[in-house]
């Protein structure tokens, strides 16, 4: 058990699932968007919309969309200084079935174009889940450098990921597969032990068949698909 499960994350309270827990998803969502927010249009579900305003979830979220992090001092302020760098936020009611009770539903529009769907959960701790990206499942915390491949579900891509991986001599922790329906969109996850090399995400961009790479590093801000890193 790590030592942090016992006495808590480093944070600004006073929760540490719906404030601290809320930064990160907050903060996940802005890498794995690959750029800063112009606009979030945010949603929420369970006991992050009936207590979440007490406990400052709203403004938790917000703050890491602009990239701080649990135990920044600046997180009260967050709205004010999301409305200084002109970010449009609105909020409102997920309309979920059978969610986990802390969940944000968030709609995300990048300064260079790019969009993004999250929903993340808060399991407490400040442990995090984030659930589906793009409407396609996903179960993956953002404690590991992690790759999001949107590709055709057809024969031979994941044996392209895991072979990138393998010349880049990055091992894999935990991989996940998903898909919309047989033939349709499917979308793989990757956890490593390693950061990715910008070269393999770039060439993974390339493979015919693939849609959309989204690496969310712990050394550099994310990668999407036709963009680069920041």
């Known amino acids: 058990m790590n030592i942090f499960d016992v006495v808590g994350p480093v944070m600004v309270g006073p929760s540490s699932s719906h404030t601290a827990g809320a930064v990160k998803i907050g903060y996940i969502s802005r890498k794995l968007l690959g750029e800063q927010p112009v606009s979030a249009r945010i949603l929420l579900y369970g006991s992050f919309l009936t207590t979440g305003k007490g406990h400052g979830t709203r403004k938790a979220l917000v703050a890491g969309l602009l990239g701080m992090q649990p135990d920044d001092a600046r997180i009260p302020q967050a709205l004010t200084l999301a409305e200084e760098r002109g970010m449009q936020i609105e909020f409102g009611e997920a309309q979920l079935k059978e969610a986990h009770p802390n969940t944000a539903q968030l709609y995300l529009q990048g300064q260079e174009g790019r969009s993004l769907e999250i929903i993340g959960q808060s399991l407490g701790g400040s442990r995090i889940n984030i659930a589906e990206i793009d409407g396609i499942e996903t179960n993956f915390s953002g404690d590991y450098p992690t790759l999001v491949v949107h590709n055709q579900d057809q024969p031979g891509h994941v044996a392209e990921v895991t072979s990138m991986l393998s010349h880049k001599g990055v091992n894999i922790a935990y991989m996940q597969l998903y898909r919309s329906s047989r033939g ?46 920041r």
């Open 184 to 229: 349709g969109e499917a979308v793989m996850v990757v956890e490593c032990d390693q950061e990715i090399p910008k070269e393999g995400i770039d060439w993974l961009k390339k493979v015919e068949g693939v849609k959309k790479v989204t690496y969310l590093g712990h050394d550099t801000e994310a990668m999407d698909k036709g963009g680069t890193a």
